[in-house]
């Protein structure tokens, strides 16, 4: 990829000895690679304003200035960088003053957000060794390994090491446009492989979303995880059970929303983390035949939206994941004497319940949720204004795409996917045509109502006669 004379600086051996004592074997951080910028492809027209402008006021005011991580990474594999992070040698509170646009947040990590607009630049401190004496910062582990509080700062050659894989060590320097690559990133791109820094069970303690991480750059770069990389994560995947519910749900959202969900799926299943996230999806997948199915095509049909520059909904993308925990639930409550009905609100509740201890919900994605499943029940019931009332419902569009799901998965007989879809094309006319066509036989056959009881009249006149 690169091609002339590479500038190599390697520290002295004592002082690297100390600062990167605790790296050995796959991903060491041995120095850095000084790349000058006639000698790479980045450049600065990939970055968007809002970057350059916290690079060189930060620069401009005497501080270090680099972006760092996926921008860089992404832009020597020629792929237009969307998110850009900045580190710095500027503490949190000098960030704060140097940019009225920003605010200090997080408590587990520190981190400065630089607003303008609708773009957030990610403004980090070097971060230093979580173990060594830094006065009033604070660091703190469990006894598990799992880091609880992380606000040490350090140098730059301390925060490439806490950097998590080699090829988002990559530092592009504002001062000289260079490019430092602490950990041998490079050489990782061009044989597209997925390393991490350190010893990866260390790292995998200190923070288990790693894990998770490194699945996702796997799909998203289509790179193949290091051999040292991937051996522990079966074994340490239900150190996920410690990582709070809510974060677990941002990083399900980067996992299914990135337009290589069904990619990312298969490898959660092949390094059994989705039991982790999705625990009762795992336990259905083994009981209903259909189950599996019917979440790769929810996976696949996003992956389509997402690169046709469609909406996505995580309130869809929920409903595909749970629903099949949810016909378990109900299939026992049934079994045990439940209505239909009542029993597919039961379930749901239970099913909802339980996932929320793994992944937070928000209100906002779970409530559509709920409808989408609760208008599975009305699709059959078709007769008199009912159909009409479904296509009225605020998430038909939603639950429909569902139903067709539903369809092709093969969890129900296929027809009355197509009966809607003819039902919302077609003129009054057809609608008409349609609905007399229902066999009143089924399920749409209407309850029948009782007579109305005639009031009894006390006395009677000649008006009555």
């Given at each position: 990829?690169?091609r002339?004379?590479i500038?190599?600086?390697?520290?002295p051996?004592?002082?690297?000895?100390?600062i990167?004592?605790?790296?050995?074997?796959?991903?060491?951080?041995?120095?850095?690679?000084?790349?000058?910028r006639?000698?790479?492809t980045?450049?600065?027209?990939?970055?968007?304003d809002?970057?350059?402008?916290?690079?060189y006021?930060?620069?401009?005011a005497?501080?270090?200035?680099?972006?760092?991580?996926?921008?860089?990474?992404?832009?020597?594999?020629?792929?237009?960088?969307?998110?850009?992070?900045v580190?710095?040698d500027?503490?949190?509170?000098?960030?704060?003053?140097?940019?009225?646009?920003?605010?200090?947040?997080?408590?587990?990590?520190?981190?400065?957000h630089?607003?303008?607009?609708?773009?957030?630049?990610?403004?980090?401190t070097?971060?230093?060794?979580?173990?060594?004496?830094?006065?009033?910062?604070?660091?703190?582990?469990?006894?598990?390994?799992?880091?609880?509080?992380?606000?040490?700062?350090?140098?730059?050659?301390?925060?490439?090491?806490?950097?998590?894989?080699?090829?988002?060590?990559?530092?592009?320097?504002i001062?000289?446009?260079?490019?430092?690559?602490?950990?041998?990133g490079?050489?990782?791109i061009?044989s597209?492989?997925?390393?991490?820094?350190g010893?990866?069970?260390?790292?995998y303690?200190e923070?288990?979303?790693?894990?998770?991480?490194?699945?996702?750059?796997?799909?998203?770069?289509?790179f193949?995880?290091?051999?040292?990389?991937?051996?522990?994560?079966?074994?340490?995947?239900?150190?996920?059970?410690?990582i709070?519910?809510?974060?677990?749900?941002d990083e399900?959202?980067?996992?299914f929303?990135?337009?290589?969900?069904?990619t990312?799926?298969?490898?959660?299943?092949?390094?059994?983390?989705?039991?982790?996230?999705?625990?009762e999806?795992?336990?259905?997948m083994?009981?209903?035949?259909?189950?599996?199915?019917?979440i790769?095509?929810?996976?696949?049909?996003?992956?389509s939206?997402?690169?046709?520059?469609?909406?996505?909904?995580?309130?869809?993308?929920?409903?595909?994941l749970?629903?099949?925990?949810?016909i378990?639930?109900?299939?026992?409550?049934?079994?045990?004497?439940?209505?239909?009905?009542?029993?597919?609100?039961?379930?749901?509740?239970?099913?909802?319940?339980?996932?929320?201890?793994h992944?937070?919900?928000?209100?906002?994605f779970?409530?559509?949720?709920?409808?989408?499943?609760?208008?599975?029940?009305?699709?059959?019931?078709?007769?008199?204004?009912?159909?009409?009332q479904?296509?009225?419902?605020?998430?038909?569009?939603?639950?429909y795409?569902?139903?067709?799901?539903r369809?092709?998965?093969?969890e129900?007989?296929?027809?009355?996917?197509?009966w809607?879809?003819?039902?919302?094309?077609?003129?009054?006319?057809?609608?008409?045509?349609?609905?007399?066509k229902?066999?009143?036989?089924?399920?749409?056959?209407p309850?029948?109502?009782?007579?109305?009881?005639?009031?009894?009249?006390?006395?009677?006149?000649?008006?009555?006669?």
């Amino acid at each position: 990829m690169f091609r002339g004379f590479i500038r190599f600086l390697q520290y002295p051996g004592e002082r690297l000895k100390h600062i990167f004592a605790s790296q050995e074997g796959a991903g060491q951080t041995v120095g850095v690679r000084i790349i000058p910028r006639e000698e790479h492809t980045v450049s600065r027209r990939l970055f968007s304003d809002a970057a350059l402008k916290v690079l060189y006021r930060l620069h401009n005011a005497g501080y270090a200035a680099y972006l760092v991580g996926g921008c860089i990474r992404d832009a020597l594999l020629g792929k237009q960088p969307k998110d850009f992070d900045v580190a710095t040698d500027a503490t949190p509170e000098q960030l704060r003053d140097l940019f009225r646009n920003s605010r200090i947040i997080g408590r587990r990590f520190r981190i400065v957000h630089v607003r303008f607009g609708r773009e957030i630049i990610e403004v980090t401190t070097f971060r230093g060794r979580p173990n060594d004496d830094h006065s009033d910062h604070v660091s703190r582990q469990s006894e598990e390994g799992l880091l609880l509080r992380d606000n040490v700062w350090g140098n730059v050659e301390e925060d490439a090491r806490r950097r998590d894989f080699t090829v988002n060590a990559l530092y592009y320097n504002i001062a000289d446009f260079s490019i430092h690559d602490w950990a041998d990133g490079v050489r990782d791109i061009e044989s597209r492989t997925l390393r991490l820094i350190g010893d990866p069970e260390t790292r995998y303690r200190e923070d288990p979303v790693r894990m998770l991480r490194a699945i996702r750059f796997a799909a998203k770069l289509d790179f193949q995880l290091d051999r040292n990389t991937e051996t522990p994560i079966r074994e340490l995947a239900p150190l996920l059970l410690q990582i709070p519910p809510a974060r677990l749900f941002d990083e399900t959202l980067k996992l299914f929303l990135a337009g290589h969900a069904l990619t990312t799926f298969r490898l959660l299943k092949e390094y059994q983390l989705f039991a982790m996230l999705f625990p009762e999806a795992e336990e259905a997948m083994d009981e209903l035949p259909w189950a599996e199915e019917l979440i790769k095509q929810a996976l696949a049909n996003t992956d389509s939206r997402i690169l046709e520059d469609r909406p996505v909904t995580p309130a869809f993308l929920f409903a595909a994941l749970l629903w099949p925990g949810v016909i378990l639930r109900r299939q026992q409550l049934e079994r045990e004497g439940m209505p239909a009905v009542p029993a597919l609100q039961a379930a749901a509740q239970q099913a909802v319940s339980r996932q929320v201890k793994h992944i937070a919900i928000p209100k906002r994605f779970s409530l559509p949720m709920r409808d989408i499943w609760e208008l599975q029940q009305r699709f059959p019931r078709r007769n008199g204004k009912r159909a009409f009332q479904t296509r009225d419902h605020p998430r038909f569009r939603a639950a429909y795409d569902f139903l067709l799901l539903r369809e092709q998965a093969g969890e129900i007989e296929p027809g009355l996917g197509q009966w809607w879809t003819a039902f919302q094309e077609g003129d009054e006319h057809e609608k008409r045509r349609l609905l007399d066509k229902v066999d009143t036989k089924s399920s749409d056959r209407p309850t029948k109502r009782r007579p109305r009881k005639r009031r009894r009249r006390s006395s009677s006149s000649p008006q009555d006669d």
